[in-house]
T-cell receptor, first 111, second 111 residues
Framework: EPEVTQTPSHQVTQMGQEVILRCVPISNHLYFYWYRQILGQKVEFLVSFYNNEISEKSEIFDDQFSVERPDGSNFTLKIRSTKLEDSAMYFC?????????FGPGTRLTVL | DAKTTQPTSMDCAEGRAANLPCNHSTISGNEYVYWYRQIHSQGPQYIIHGLKNNETNEMASLIITEDRKSSTLILPHATLRDTAVYYCIVGSGGGADGLTFGKGTHLIIQP
């Protein structure tokens, strides 16, 4: 069964550092998403991406965040200068249209 | 904010049917009802979705009331592996729209 994969599973970084979280969506999917979940809180939508551009973004997705699909398979989320409050699980998802398939997540810890 | 209301938690005996209710009284005519679940800190998993008619797949059944203001997810024979947080989400027919997760229902299957 096809699945969304994410690397790394756990990333530890110092405050102020840049991090790149990587995702490989399901190969024939057209829509790509990032979500985050702070420990003990709700899953929150960050951004959606379609046809090589951002389609929708939430208020959380400010100038510190960027997304890219550098080749035909990877989809990345970059946080330019991490803050303590960026510590969370980050989930990538992809879809053909109707429902979304989620990856296992990357746990980001900012020290 | 989430447009749905769900009980915070529910218990169900293993082997029994688990019936999870959801209220979505402000749903629009073109909005779907989606159900996802999240086992521990894993990525959310799609279960089922519907617009007006009842739906069934290999995982569950979805019963939507005629006025579409509420729905029930039915897991016909719950197992211990069904212990998870279940999210009822109202949204458009997919595409680039992000999902708005609420707090969901924590379903605990008792042996």
């Amino acid at each position: 069964e096809p699945e969304v994969t994410q690397t790394p599973s756990h990333q530890v970084t110092q405050m102020g550092q840049e991090v790149i979280l990587r995702c490989v969506p399901i190969s024939n999917h057209l829509y790509f998403y990032w979500y985050r979940q702070i420990l003990g809180q709700k899953v929150e939508f960050l951004v959606s991406f379609y046809n090589n551009e951002i389609s929708e973004k939430s208020e959380i997705f400010d100038d510190q965040f960027s997304v890219e699909r550098p080749d035909g398979s990877n989809f990345t989320l970059k946080i330019r200068s991490t803050k303590l409050e960026d510590s969370a699980m980050y989930f990538c998802a992809s879809s053909t249209r109707v429902w979304q398939f989620f990856g296992p997540g990357t746990r980001l810890t900012v020290l | 904010d989430a447009k749905t209301t769900q009980p915070t938690s529910m218990d169900c005996a293993e082997g029994r049917a688990a019936n999870l209710p959801c209220n979505h009284s402000t749903i629009s005519g073109n909005e779907y009802v989606y159900w996802y679940r999240q086992i521990h800190s894993q990525g959310p998993q799609y279960i089922i979705h519907g617009l007006k008619n009842n739906e069934t797949n290999e995982m569950a059944s979805l019963i939507i009331t005629e006025d579409r203001k509420s729905s029930t997810l039915i897991l016909p024979h719950a197992t211990l592996r069904d212990t998870a947080v279940y999210y009822c989400i109202v949204g458009s027919g997919g595409g680039a729209d992000g999902l708005t997760f609420g707090k969901g229902t924590h379903l605990i299957i008792q042996p």
